[in-house]
């Protein structure tokens, strides 16, 4: 009975919340690029004797167990070469820390493929696994993992809506949409500099970007596929174990041993071909992207933004947030590990 009790208190054990925010702006005419937000890690631990590691070496070069820095030194930059040996997944090395996906990022244009390739690793140190107690035979420090995924985007602070019922294509001057200026900070359908959430990937993916992941040894610029998803036990897919519409927590379908890794859940974010169309404001015609939004905003009021198209004059910044999870896999079956996942990372949201 004593050992029951033990095992049920194994049975959520780490959440390791790494978030990799691949926050990036764009260089329009001659303004100048913002800098991408520092990752943070966050460890919300309640077993110390597990634990998990995270890497995505074409984004930023950083190995496991190593996190970037708040002045981000960690990472490459120009003509600096790289050190870990990122590969992409045709099989190419990165070598210089210009064209790691950080760099990439920081001034992305349309229809640019950014490498970014989000892994997990079961770094358990075994020597001192389970070492505070009596550890039974059939005691492992197997893992289920998961990865939660946020994506969220700040709505630049120059913004036209587009006026409802015009029917005008914005393909040149003569057919401009009618628009109006959305000030900032009010309580207008759309709001200039706010940050939005997005509730599913399907959401994100029409705004402003795709994820897209490599089934073979193919170049980023080939890829179609999106999140390497599955619903098989013991595969190296990813399935999607999110209630409702929210698309943003993934499992791994094979259960991770010490020193075991996933693959990857995608390898690389692909910018829309992000129209530009003519636009008039009522004193002038301008041409400005446009983008199709159905998302939450941050304001007091929460509005829901659905099928609203806005027109901003630059690409927006976006961040895709990833968070890793583990629960000790023992007396955990691959049909309960979801629910499992589900719940804590719920409770260390």
């Known amino acids: 009975m ?5 095992r049920n208190a194994l049975l959520v054990v ?33 077993n110390p004797d597990i634990s998990l590691q995270f890497q995505e070496l074409t984004f930023d070069d950083v190995p496991w167990g190593e996190t970037r820095t708040a002045t981000d030194d960690t990472v490459p930059s120009g003509e600096t070469a790289t050190e870990h040996d990122p590969t992409l997944p045709d099989g190419t090395k990165i070598e210089k820390g210009k064209d790691l996906g950080y760099n990439l990022a920081r001034s992305y244009t349309a229809n640019q493929v950014i490498p970014k390739n989000p892994q997990l690793k079961n770094n358990t140190d075994t020597t001192h696994f389970l070492s505070s107690i009596i550890k039974p035979n059939d005691v492992t420090a197997d893992e289920w993992v998961a990865l939660g995924v946020k994506y969220k985007m700040t709505i630049p602070d120059v913004v036209y809506a587009k006026n409802d019922g015009d029917s005008h294509t914005g393909a040149d001057a003569a057919n401009a949409i009618a628009v109006t200026a959305v000030d900032t900070g009010t309580s207008n359908t759309a709001f200039a500099g706010d940050t939005i959430t997005f509730d599913s990937y399907t959401d994100f993916a029409t705004a402003i970007a795709k994820v897209e992941y490599a ?9 179609s596929q999106h999140q390497r998803t599955g619903t098989t036990e013991d595969t ?19 259960k991770l041993a010490v020193d075991g890794e996933t693959k990857t859940l ?37 509005n829901q933004l659905t099928n609203k198209y806005i027109y901003v004059t630059a690409l927006p910044q976006f961040d895709i947030q990833l968070s ?17 996942l589900r719940g804590f990372a719920a409770s260390v949201a």
Do not use: C
């Open 324 to 340: 890793g999870y583990a629960v000790q896999a023992d007396n955990v079956a691959y049909a309960d590990a979801p629910e499992a």
């Open 2 to 6: 004593k050992l029951k009790k033990i």
């Open 266 to 302: 995608f390898d690389a974010v692909h910018i829309n071909n992000v129209a530009r169309k003519y636009v008039s404001t009522g004193s002038g015609t301008l041409q400005l992207y446009e983008l199709q939004i159905t998302a939450k905003t941050s304001a007091t009021s929460n």
């Open 236 to 254: 190296d897919t990813w399935k999607d174990i999110s209630t409702g519409s929210k698309g943003t927590l993934f499992m791994y379908n094979k």
């Open 215 to 223: 089934p073979g040894s193919q170049a980023l610029t080939a890829l």
């Open 14 to 46: 780490l959440s390791l919340a790494l978030v990799s925010a691949a926050t990036v702006a764009i260089t329009w005419a001659a303004a100048t690029s913002k800098d991408l937000e520092g990752s943070k890690d966050n460890e919300f631990t309640n």
